[in-house]
């Protein structure tokens, strides 16, 4: 349901004129319509985690680096969710400041699972300890509640958009780049990293006289390099075709030659392709789609120092269309922009919970409104949560079980007399 939508129905209810047009409307009453929506959307997206906000996120351990960034849309962690998926072990945490200093700064053995915890305003806010040393590549996983509520209109084919355009699709909040038009056909819509069933991560292309990051991947003279020392290049690109190259004060090694991506092809996790003559790598084992993927990334430009610890920003871009239509993958928190916007959560407990506080702004009596909202909001919460089956002794079909070897006592069988 739109956001005009939501507006029309509460304008139903608290008997106020319907709205023809409503996001950026000068009227008193759709101005605070439109603050009471969101701050409904607001609080109860917060006191809940509700599936449809719920996202995955995995990075890369690099040796040495101790903090990395945190998701573009992050908003709160879900506990007991972060996982070293390489090591199969949870990650302890989160850990208090106190015991944090302790392992930090008191003689404390180190142990091999990692420990974390979220501080600071910085870009690179996930800490993680021990230092990883020996774990150059190892995944950590965890879910989260992304910060964007709301989401532009569904993208369409065959549709003209331009660079103040907003599209939806897949999970992919889209900008328009460049001018253009959207592919004829549904055969292609723009997503990013899927291909059938294999995912890829897109190498960008390399950039001369820019700073460069240990393990990153750039793409240059139809070859892949690896980042091996940090630095800032030259104006030269590698060439090399085995060993490493030094390029100002960047070191480069050579990966590979990819070949040409090709449809219904089986890749691996760490194959190499090129496609649209974007260097791709794969990241999930699979089977490769009917058309070559459109998507790619673009480093931004990182000039001035050479002792970063962060990767530069990177742009993900999907080619759309026969033209020259290019979407950029919006990182930002996506709020009310348009009256064609959807809330991502149910639609009826914004309505309700938009109408109470309309109606307490106003100053006029809301209890009752707010208990039938609240009792509505509860049993639709009570919908989401999946609840497992516990059974008493061993069933095939249910884990876990309440009674088994792990519940006997060890001994002292004889109560006490």
């Known amino acids: 349901m739109t956001i005009l939508s939501i507006a029309q129905r509460c304008a139903e209810r608290l008997q106020i004129t319907n709205p023809a047009t409503f996001v950026g409307s000068s009227n008193n009453n759709y101005i605070l319509l439109l603050a009471m929506i969101r701050r409904a959307i607001d609080e109860i997206s917060n006191e809940f985690e509700w599936p449809e906000l719920t996202s995955f996120y995995e990075f890369k351990l690099i040796d040495g680096q101790t903090n990395y960034p945190l998701p573009y849309d992050f908003d709160r962690r879900i506990n007991e969710t972060l996982w070293n998926k390489d090591q199969h072990w949870p990650l302890i945490g989160p850990v208090t400041a106190q015991v944090w200093e302790q392992y930090i700064n008191g003689f404390i053995t180190t142990l091999p699972r990692q420990r974390f915890r979220v501080v600071g305003a910085s870009d690179n ?90 393990e990153q991947l750039v793409y240059a003279n139809s070859k892949v390099y690896k980042v091996t020392t940090s630095g800032l290049s030259s104006a030269s690109s590698p060439s090399v075709t085995s060993g490493s190259e030094t390029l100002g004060t960047a070191v480069f090694e050579y990966q590979a030659t990819p070949s040409a991506w090709a449809g219904g092809t ?16 794969c990241i999930q084992d699979g089977t490769s789609g009917r058309l070559a993927p459109k998507f790619y990334a673009v480093y931004g430009a990182v000039t001035t120092s050479t002792g970063q610890l962060a990767p530069p920003t990177i742009t993900k871009k999907i080619a759309d269309g026969a033209g020259t239509l290019v979407w950029d993958v919006y990182e930002n928190e996506y709020t009310i922009s348009a009256d064609t916007d959807e809330v991502k959560i149910n639609e009826q407990i914004i309505i309700d919970g938009a109408c109470w506080r309309f109606l307490q702004a106003r100053g006029f009596e809301y209890a009752e409104d707010k208990r039938i909202a609240d009792i509505q909001k509860e049993a639709i919460k009570a919908n989401k949560i999946g609840a497992s089956t516990v059974a008493m002794n061993y069933q095939a079909y249910a884990w876990p079980w309440a009674i088994g070897w792990w519940s006997y006592p060890s001994g002292d069988y004889n109560p006490p007399s």
């Open 125 to 214: 806010q996930f800490y993680i300890n021990p230092t990883p040393d020996g774990l150059d590549g190892q995944r950590i996983v965890y879910e989260y509640i992304n910060r964007s509520k709301v989401r532009p209109v569904a993208w369409a084919a065959n549709t003209a958009y331009t660079t103040s355009s907003y599209v939806w699709f897949n999970g992919l909040i889209l900008k328009g780049a460049v001018n253009g038009t959207s592919n004829a056909d549904a055969g292609q819509p723009p997503v990013y990293g899927i291909d059938n069933t294999t995912r890829w991560d897109p190498i960008p292309d390399y950039v001369a006289s820019q700073v460069y990051y240990k």
């Open 266 to 281: 089986s890749y691996s996790d760490g194959d190499y392709a090129v496609a649209n003559s974007h260097a791709l790598k």
